[in-house]
């Protein structure tokens, strides 16, 4: 076994624990992830504005990656490819 399967096969739980969190508490990490940016973009002054929704986006569509139970089919989200978890409504 080399050194990226032994890797793969340590990481393998610590992956299957997150994707679980995600599918179960994604709304709640996206509710967070939306309070987090309004609160940098105030401090910031709206300076960044554009870099912050882009940033915050790709982190909601890796959450709802990391959600999906391996073979779910669901429809398209706002960024063209990624998926909504069952249940959301695709804010």
């Known amino acids: ?4 399967d032994n890797m793969r ?4 739980p610590a992956k ?4 679980d969190l995600a599918q179960q508490h994604g ?5 967070g992830l ?3 940016a309004k609160t940098v973009d105030e401090r910031t002054k709206g300076k960044y504005s554009d870099r ?3 940033g915050t ?25 990624s998926q909504q ?3 959301s409504s695709g804010s």
Do not use: C, N, W
């Not at 299957?16 to 994707?19: G, L, M, R, T």
């Open 34 to 36: 939306d309070k987090a």
């Open 27 to 31: 709304d709640k990490i996206g509710d």
């Open 52 to 54: 912050i929704q882009s």
């Open 9 to 12: 096969a340590r990481l393998s």
């Open 57 to 81: 986006d790709k982190a909601k569509d890796a959450v709802e990656r990391m959600g999906k139970k391996d073979g779910e089919a669901g429809g398209e989200g706002r960024s063209g490819g």
């Open 85 to 87: 978890p069952p249940g």
């Open 1 to 4: 076994m080399g050194f990226i």
């Open 16 to 19: 299957d624990k997150v994707a």
